[in-house]
C-alpha cells in the first residue's frame, strides 16, 4: 500500500510589539530577570489587562495577508490551568471567536502550486520563561527548584493553525518559508526560530492514498528550525506507516524532537485529558475592528510573497521563484532583468552566487549587476567573482572588470595548450584510450597557465582539437 | 481632639464644611475619628487595620480591604492574603487621595467579598453598631459598621450581588451599586468580575453621590468602564412630583420578606406618594425565580478563575510542598476558607469540558434575559423600589451554618445587579428596633435618578440613624 502523509501545522509567532499584549512593559529580550514586569503581567491581586491596540492592528493585518476574513467580533477567552510561568493561572487567549479565520496561502511545489488552508490565527499572552533547577529530566517534576522569569510573560503571541492540508514534509518546510517571509516583510515579528519568536508545532497523520479519512495523529514539538521540522515529520511518517503496516494502530500522542539524535521521543502519556475550562474573559470587552481599520491595513499592506512568487515564476519556475523571494532577492532579481540581464542567468547568479558572498542585496546597484550578468561568459571566472564580491560596494562600478576580458585569441593560447599537452604524455595516453574525463583536466592546467585569464570555451575547443575528438559532442 | 467633632452625627459634607471653616484641621478630624475607633472598635471589630494620618487636606475614609492601598496590607479577609501589602494603588483609591482624602484604614469583609454577614472573614465577624451580637450584614459589613457607628464619616465598599447594598441596609446607612462600568475595579481584588462594582456607603443620600463623583468615571486601566453621560448632581429637591415608581410584583410575594420590614417598606410607598409619585406594580418574573441560581453559577464560576493567581508563587501565603503541586495545593488548602472553597468547587464544575453549556452558558443566557426584562420594566417606570433585604439584621451564627439561608439574604439585590443597574439602599424605618433599608433601581446611568428620589425619601422620613445604644 502507498501511503501519504496528513499534515497540519500550529505556529507561534511572537509580536515585536513595543510592549506587552495587555500591560504597558516593555517587551523583549536582553532585560535582567524580571524587570520588565508589573503588577499586571505579575498577576497581582486586582490588576486588569488592558489590549494592545498595535497588536490589534497587527493580527487583522497577518490575517489580511493569510486571506482571512478579519472577525467583526473577535471575544478574549481565559485558558485556566496551573503552571509557575502562568501568573494569572489562566492564559488570555482568543478561542472561539479568533480574529481571523478561512484564510490560504499558496505554496509553489516542484510539479506545480498547493493551496494549504489557514484555519485560525488569533492573539494571545505568551507565558513567563522556567529555569528548572537540578534533575535530570529538565521539566519541573524532578528538579530541585525552578526559576521563573516573568519578563517574557504577557508578550502578545499570534497563533496561526494550519487545515491539515500539507501532504510532505518538503511542502510543510516550503510553507513555513513562504509563512515567516511573510510575517517579516510585514514587520510585525523577526519570527527567528532560534530565538523562540517563531515555533512550530506539527501535527501528522498518514493514510493510503486515494483516501479521505483523517487517521489518528500525533503532535511533534520541540524543532527549532525548518530543517528539523521536515526531519521530524519524515521520522513520524516513517513510524506511523511502520505501525500500521504491521498490523498496530496509531495512538494519539505528543513527541519531542531531538536535534542531537534525529529521534521523536514521546511525552509521558497523561492520565486525563485537559480540561482549560475556556470562558470569556469578562475583564475584557470583544476586539471589534472598525472597517476604517480593517481597510487601513489593508493598505499598508506591501505586495506579498506569494504574489511576487506567481509573477517571479512566470519568468523563470515556481523553485526559483520561490528561493529568490523567501530569500527576500526577487527585488533585486527583478531590477537585474529591467536592466538588461538575462532572467535565468540573473536569478543563479543572485540566488546561488550572491548569497554565498554575504553581499547585501539591498546595496547593490542593479544596473551595474546587470552589466556584470551579461558579462559572465566573456571575463575571467576569477574577475567576475572578485567583482561579484564587490558589488554591494558604494559607488561600485562595473566598467574596470568588464575591460579584462578573457583571453580567447587562439594565436595566444595554442603555444599553452600544446606545453600542457606536451608535458603531460600518461594523461594523453589514456584519454586516447578512452578515459574522455580527462578533457577537464587538460583544459584546468591550461586555465592555471593562464592564471584564469583565458576563455574556457575556446580552450575547450583547442583542447579537443588537438586530441583529434573534433566538435561533434556538443557542450 | 474628638470633642471638636461629633463622629457619631457628623456627615461627610458637614466635616468638609468643618475643614473648609478651618474649625478644625485634617489631621484633629483623622484623630478624632481614630479616636472613636479605639473607643469602639474593640467591640464592633470593623476595621482590620487603621493607617495613620499622612498629611492629606481632605476628611477620611474607610476603605474595604478588598481595595488595593499602596504600603497598606490588603487581604479581602483571606488568610492567604493575611501579609500581602499591595506596591500599587487601587484607581479608586488613587481618585481619593488625589481628592485630598485621608485613609483612615482597612474594612473587614467576608473572605474575597463573599458572604452576606462578615462571619466568613478569616480574621472573625464583625458586629452590628446597633446590636453588637447581630451581623453587619456582608460582605461590606466592615464599612457599614464604621460609618454607622462613627468610625468613619463615610466608606467605599465593593458589591457583587448586594456587598453594598445589604449591609447599609442592616447598618442604617445609604449605599449605592453604581451602574457596572461606571468605576474602575482595577485594583481591586476580584471576587467575580462580570459583577464587581465599588461603591459609597455614607450617611447620607448627598454624600454618597460626592464620593461616587469622586471615583467614578472612565480608567484606562480598567477596559470595561466608561465615561459618565452626565455630571454627578447633588440632589436638592423634597419633592417626587410625577416620579413613576414600580413594585415588582414577584419581589412582594416571597415569603421571606419579615413583617416587619414589609411594613416599613409599604410606609415609606406611602410616603412616596404623599411626595408626589405614583407608585405602581411591574412584573420581573425571571428575576426574582432564576436570578439566583443564575448569579450562583455566574459568580462562582468567574471566581474560580480569579482565585486562580493565589497559588504561593509569587505573594501572599506559601505552605511548603516536596513538589510544584503540592506546595500549590498546600498553599490554597491552608489559605482559604471554606466559603471560597466552595464557591471555587461549583465555579470548577460550572465550566467543565461537558458541563460549561448546561451550566455556566445557560447562566449566561438567562442573564441576558433578565437585562431584557428590566429594560422591559424600565418602560413603565423611572425606579422601581424593593426592600433592600427580606430581613433585618440576624444573630451572629444564625445563618452561618447553612450556606442556603445565607445566599437567600442576597435574593432582592442579585437581579439588578445581574443586569448591571444601579442601585441605591436608604434607610426607611425600624423593625424590632433595627434598620430597614429601601432598594431603589434606575436604569443604566441612572444615579442621579437614584439620588433625588432617596434625597427626597430620606429628608421626608427625618430618621435618627445613630444607634440607639450610642446616643
Given amino acids: ?475 | 481632639m474628638s470633642a471638636l467633632v461629633d463622629t457619631l452625627r457628623t456627615t461627610a459634607e458637614e466635616a468638609l464644611g468643618l475643614l473648609e471653616r478651618g474649625d478644625v484641621s485634617a489631621a484633629e478630624l483623622h484623630a478624632a475619628y481614630l479616636d472613636a475607633i479605639g473607643e469602639r472598635d474593640g467591640e464592633l471589630h470593623a476595621y482590620l487595620r487603621t493607617a495613620d494620618y499622612d498629611g492629606a487636606s481632605g476628611i477620611p475614609i474607610a476603605l474595604k480591604d478588598v481595595i488595593s492601598t499602596k504600603g497598606l496590607g490588603t487581604t479581602a479577609g483571606s488568610k492567604i492574603l493575611e501579609h500581602y501589602v499591595p506596591v500599587f494603588d487601587a484607581t479608586v483609591a488613587a481618585r481619593c487621595r488625589e481628592s485630598g482624602l485621608s485613609v483612615l484604614g482597612k474594612t473587614n469583609t467576608d473572605e474575597f467579598a463573599m458572604g452576606s454577614s462578615t462571619e466568613n472573614s478569616a480574621f472573625g465577624p464583625s458586629r452590628n453598631p446597633w446590636d453588637p451580637s447581630r451581623v453587619p450584614g456582608g460582605s461590606g459589613g466592615g464599612t457599614a459598621s464604621a460609618v454607622s457607628a462613627g468610625l468613619a464619616p463615610w466608606g467605599l465598599g465593593s458589591d457583587t450581588g448586594g456587598s453594598i447594598k445589604q449591609p447599609s441596609a442592616l447598618c442604617g446607612n445609604v449605599g449605592l451599586r453604581p451602574t457596572y462600568g461606571t468605576v474602575s475595579r482595577y485594583g481591586i481584588v476580584a471576587f467575580a468580575s462580570s459583577l464587581d462594582q465599588v461603591g459609597p456607603v455614607a450617611k447620607t443620600v448627598r454624600d454618597t453621590a460626592l464620593l461616587y463623583r469622586i471615583v467614578s468615571g472612565r480608567d484606562p486601566s480598567d477596559s470595561t468602564t466608561v465615561e459618565l453621560p452626565e455630571a454627578v448632581e447633588l440632589p436638592t429637591a423634597d419633592r417626587l412630583d410625577g416620579l413613576r415608581v414600580g413594585v415588582p410584583r414577584q419581589a412582594m410575594a416571597l415569603e421571606a420578606i419579615e413583617p416587619g420590614v414589609r411594613a416599613a417598606f409599604e410606609h415609606v410607598l406611602r410616603l412616596a406618594e404623599e411626595l408626589g409619585a405614583r407608585v405602581s406594580e411591574c412584573e420581573l418574573p425571571i428575576s426574582y425565580d432564576y436570578g439566583m441560581p443564575c448569579y450562583y453559577l455566574i459568580a462562582p464560576a468567574e471566581a474560580s478563575s480569579n482565585l486562580a493567581r493565589y497559588d504561593g508563587v509569587r505573594y501572599g501565603l506559601r505552605s511548603e510542598g516536596e513538589t510544584y503541586r503540592a506546595m500549590v495545593e498546600r498553599t490554597r488548602d491552608d489559605g482559604f476558607g471554606d466559603e471560597p472553597k466552595r464557591r471555587i468547587m461549583l465555579g470548577t464544575y460550572a465550566l467543565s469540558a461537558g458541563y460549561y453549556d448546561a451550566y455556566y452558558g445557560q447562566a449566561q443566557r438567562v442573564r441576558t434575559l433578565l437585562v431584557r426584562e428590566h429594560a422591559a420594566a424600565f418602560e413603565d417606570v423611572e425606579v422601581i423600589a424593593t426592600p433592600t433585604s427580606p430581613t433585618v439584621a440576624f444573630p451572629i451564627g444564625d445563618k452561618a451554618a447553612d450556606p442556603l439561608a445565607m445566599y437567600a439574604c442576597d435574593l432582592l439585590t442579585i437581579p439588578s445587579c445581574l443586569a448591571g443597574l444601579p442601585g441605591l439602599s436608604v434607610p426607611c424605618g425600624f423593625s424590632e428596633g433595627l434598620p430597614v433599608g429601601l432598594q431603589l433601581l434606575a436604569p443604566q446611568f441612572g444615579e442621579n435618578t437614584l439620588f433625588r428620589a432617596g434625597h427626597a425619601l430620606e429628608q421626608a422620613l427625618d430618621l435618627d440613624l445613630v444607634p440607639e445604644r450610642l446616643r
Avoid at chain 1, 567583482?387 to 585569441?409: C, I, N, R
Fill in chain 1, 1 to 475: 500500500m502507498t501511503w501519504e502523509p496528513v499534515i497540519g501545522l500550529e505556529i507561534h509567532v511572537q509580536l515585536k510589539t513595543r510592549t506587552k499584549m495587555f500591560c504597558r512593559c516593555l517587551a523583549g529580550f536582553g532585560a535582567g530577570e524580571n524587570t520588565q514586569t508589573c503588577p499586571v503581567c505579575l498577576g497581582f491581586p486586582g490588576a486588569l489587562p488592558v489590549p494592545n491596540r498595535i497588536a490589534i492592528e497587527w493580527v487583522v493585518k497577518l490575517g489580511l495577508a493569510l486571506g482571512c476574513e478579519i472577525a467583526p467580533r473577535a471575544v478574549f477567552a481565559r485558558k485556566n490551568y496551573f503552571y509557575p510561568d502562568l501568573p494569572k493561572g489562566y492564559q488570555i487567549s482568543q478561542y472561539d471567536l479568533p480574529s481571523c479565520i478561512n484564510g490560504k496561502m499558496v505554496v509553489p511545489l516542484l510539479d506545480g502550486q498547493h493551496e494549504v488552508g489557514i484555519v485560525r490565527a488569533h492573539l494571545e499572552e505568551d507565558a513567563a520563561k522556567n529555569v528548572h533547577v537540578g534533575g535530570r529530566t529538565g521539566r519541573i517534576g524532578g528538579a530541585e527548584y525552578t526559576l521563573v522569569d516573568y519578563n517574557r510573560g504577557g508578550t502578545p503571541l499570534v497563533e496561526i493553525v494550519t487545515a491539515p492540508d500539507i501532504r510532505s514534509a518538503e511542502e510543510a518546510r516550503r510553507f513555513l518559508q513562504l509563512l515567516r517571509q511573510t510575517i517579516v516583510e510585514l514587520g510585525i515579528s523577526d519570527a527567528e526560530m532560534e530565538k523562540g519568536t517563531l515555533r512550530v508545532d506539527a501535527n501528522v497523520s498518514v493514510r493510503p492514498v486515494g483516501s479521505d479519512e483523517l487517521r489518528t495523529r500525533s503532535e511533534i514539538k520541540n524543532m527549532n528550525s525548518f530543517t528539523h521540522i521536515a526531519r521530524g515529520i519524515d521520522a513520524e511518517v516513517a513510524r506511523q506507516v511502520g505501525v500500521w503496516e504491521s498490523g498496530g494502530a496509531v495512538e494519539q500522542s505528543t513527541y519531542d524532537f531531538d536535534v542531537a539524535s534525529g529521534t521523536l521521543t514521546a511525552r509521558r502519556a497523561k492520565e486525563e485529558a485537559d480540561d482549560y475550562r475556556y470562558f470569556p474573559d469578562p475583564d475584557l470587552v470583544p476586539v471589534e475592528p472598525s472597517d476604517e481599520l480593517v481597510e487601513r491595513m489593508r493598505a499598508e499592506l506591501p505586495e506579498l510573497p506569494a504574489a511576487r512568487i506567481a509573477r517571479v515564476a512566470a519568468a523563470l519556475d515556481h523553485d526559483r521563484a520561490l528561493v529568490l523571494v523567501t530569500g527576500g532577492l526577487d527585488q533585486l532579481w527583478e531590477e537585474t532583468v529591467a536592466a538588461g540581464a538575462d532572467g535565468h542567468a540573473a536569478s543563479n547568479v543572485i540566488a546561488n552566487q550572491l548569497v554565498g558572498l554575504s553581499v547585501d542585496p539591498g546595496a547593490v546597484n542593479p544596473a551595474e549587476l546587470a552589466r556584470l550578468v551579461g558579462a559572465r561568459d566573456r571575463i575571467p571566472r576569477a574577475v567576475f567573482d572578485e567583482a561579484l564580491a564587490q558589488v554591494g560596494a558604494p559607488a561600485f562600478s562595473a566598467e574596470p572588470y568588464l575591460a579584462q576580458e578573457a583571453v580567447s585569441d587562439t594565436s595566444a593560447l595554442e603555444p599553452i595548450v600544446d606545453a600542457v599537452l606536451a608535458a603531460s604524455p600518461a594523461q594523453v595516453e589514456q584519454f586516447r584510450g578512452g578515459k574522455e574525463g580527462l578533457l577537464g583536466f587538460f583544459v584546468g592546467q591550461v586555465m592555471k597557465e593562464t592564471k584564469g585569464q583565458a576563455d574556457p570555451r575556446v580552450v575547450n575547443e583547442l583542447v579537443r582539437a588537438r586530441l583529434g575528438v573534433g566538435l561533434q559532442s556538443d557542450t
